[in-house]
């Protein structure tokens, strides 16, 4: 008879408040990600942007945190976790303070992209560090949850933070949330944050750098123009042309004495499995998502600050599944409570799939809730078995492996999900004679229309569209509930793994051991 473990010691104190200083900017970068979509009504009448430019303005960020991931995880473990953090934040709070006032929107997507390299700083090194302040599996599996739901609920509650900012405030108030976090940052990182980096690192190929960026780039801006709805050549195009380059990215890494991605890494089945399923589920709630938000607003007919009121309750559902997940794991294993939890997330789907067009918000927010509750868990415990996977002196980079799968899985979700539900709504629709063809394109497009038309002949216009972008919804909401339960059952399947795993290799992986000072 197995005898069972002794408990750990409870973690140092220095570590828990790290922890809190490590979960401030995660929010806020989360926030940051949707934040701004509310203020572009305002932000175009001031600054009065074309429309390319009002994109950029907005995909700048994303583009640039997307790219930039795996160098920086590679970095972080190179000069040093803390280091990097910190850096980061200096600039990250500093573009922030000049966005919030940018005289011109060339100014604003200057800063933007500035502030998408900064997050990518940001981000590996937070999940990095966790890694290394807490050595034991269950309180590192507790720090990650933390770190997650403050990652999800951050990217949940942007809209409606966005709304309470632009109903006493400017356009640029959304930024400014980042000065004082990263000045609090910036002032405790070095009184409670450890450095952490490889005892011998080996020289940053600065090849890898530039083709990772040719992989990652142009698969996210293609993948994000064909949601847009242009013509597929172009975008697709777009797309093989970064496949190739993380071919070529792939072929160099396992050529080089000092890689900037390890692909060792992936000698462990789980952490392979665990980046796989944390994709999936990022596919299905990033397209899924943002339909749901339109729902609230062009169907539902709420203000963006109702709408995002309505997006509350799946948020705090969300943020307690996934602080819940570790000890739920503990009594009953990691792979149960991920594709348990993933069934759960089918079943809310499948609640959206049935969604009507009239009185819908309350299964709308059912389904959502459903949703979120199965993911919180998965997130958390996918993103500790990627860095309990990954040797010490690498987790900088697997840590920028776990989040440049979820980015991927958010941009191919807005993709294909977006793409297949604007199909569906141009097929569906039937314009009212004396109606605008532009109508056809979008349901966003049909409610401006009809502002300007009298009102039989809007309402005409606006109950047809209504329930085209409903059956987008219900087909989207369909795929998602098949999607979720194959790969809920594919997680009981390969996550199944001791809890005590190795790491993917014994022997030291190149750059040795891990430095930690105080």
Not at 276 to 281: E, H, K, L, P
Not at 338 to 352: D, E, Q, R
Not at 393 to 421: D, F, H, Q, Y
Request: aromatic residues 6%; glycine residues 12%; proline residues 8%.
């Amino acid at each position: 008879m197995t005898e069972p473990a002794a408990p750990a010691a409870r973690p140092h104190r220095r570590a828990l408040l790290g922890l809190a200083v490590l979960a401030l900017p995660t929010l806020l970068l989360s926030i940051d990600m949707s934040v701004l979509y509310l203020a572009l009504p305002h932000l175009a009448a001031d600054l009065a942007p074309t429309g390319p430019q009002l994109l950029w303005a907005v995909d700048a960020y994303g583009f640039m945190v997307a790219g930039f991931l795996v160098t920086m995880g590679t970095l972080g473990d190179r000069i040093g976790r803390r280091r990097l953090l910190l850096i980061g934040a200096a600039a990250f709070g500093a573009a922030s303070a000049v966005a919030a006032f940018a005289p011109t929107i060339e100014v604003l997507i200057a800063t933007r992209a500035l502030m998408g390299v900064a997050g990518a700083t940001l981000m590996p090194s937070t999940l990095g560090l966790i890694g290394g302040m807490f050595p034991d599996p269950r309180h590192r599996a507790t720090a990650i949850a933390v770190w997650s739901a403050c990652f999800m609920g951050g990217t949940a509650i942007g809209p409606m933070v966005g709304g309470v900012l632009l109903h006493w405030f400017w356009w640029g108030s959304v930024f400014l949330l980042g000065v004082p976090v990263m000045v609090l940052l910036l002032v405790c990182g070095p009184l409670l944050l450890p450095e952490q980096r490889a005892d011998h690192p080996g020289r940053l190929d600065l090849t890898s750098v530039a083709l990772s960026l040719a992989a990652v780039l142009p698969v996210v801006h293609g993948l994000k123009t064909l949601a847009d709805g242009h013509a597929p050549a172009v975008p697709l195009l777009t797309v093989a042309a970064g496949l190739a380059a993380g071919a070529l990215f792939v072929r160099r890494q396992l050529r080089l004495t000092d890689p900037l991605l390890d692909l060792r890494l992936f000698r462990a089945p789980a952490f392979g499995a665990a980046l796989a399923v944390m994709a999936a589920g990022a596919l299905a709630m990033g397209g899924t998502f943002l339909l749901i938000s339109q729902y609230f607003q062009l169907v539902a007919g709420y203000p963006p600050l109702t709408a995002g009121l309505w997006l509350v309750p799946p948020s705090l559902a969300m943020i307690a599944a996934t602080l819940a997940a570790p000890p739920l794991a503990a009594r009953i294993g990691r792979a149960t409570v991920i594709g348990g939890g993933m069934f759960v997330t089918a079943a809310g789907f499948a609640v959206l799939a049935l969604v009507p067009a009239q009185d819908g918000a309350l299964p709308v927010m059912a389904g959502l809730l459903l949703a979120s509750v199965g993911l919180g868990p998965g997130a958390a415990l996918v993103a500790d078995i990627v860095i309990g996977s990954a040797p010490a002196e690498r987790a900088g980079a697997a840590a920028s492996l776990s989040e440049t799968s979820g980015e991927l899985g958010i941009a191919l979700g807005i993709a294909l999900i977006g793409s297949l539900s604007a199909a569906v709504y141009r097929a569906g629709i039937t314009l009212p004679e004396g109606v605008p063809d532009a109508a056809a394109s979008s349901l966003a497009q049909a409610a401006d229309i009809a502002r300007t038309l009298p009102d039989d002949l809007a309402a005409a216009l606006l109950g047809p569209a209504r329930e085209a972008f409903t059956a987008g919804l219900n087909l989207a909401g369909g795929i998602g509930a098949v999607a979720m339960a194959v790969f809920g059952a594919a997680a009981l399947v390969l996550l199944r793994t001791p809890e005590k795993s190795a790491a993917p290799d014994e022997s030291p992986a190149p750059g040795g051991s891990v430095r930690v000072n105080g």
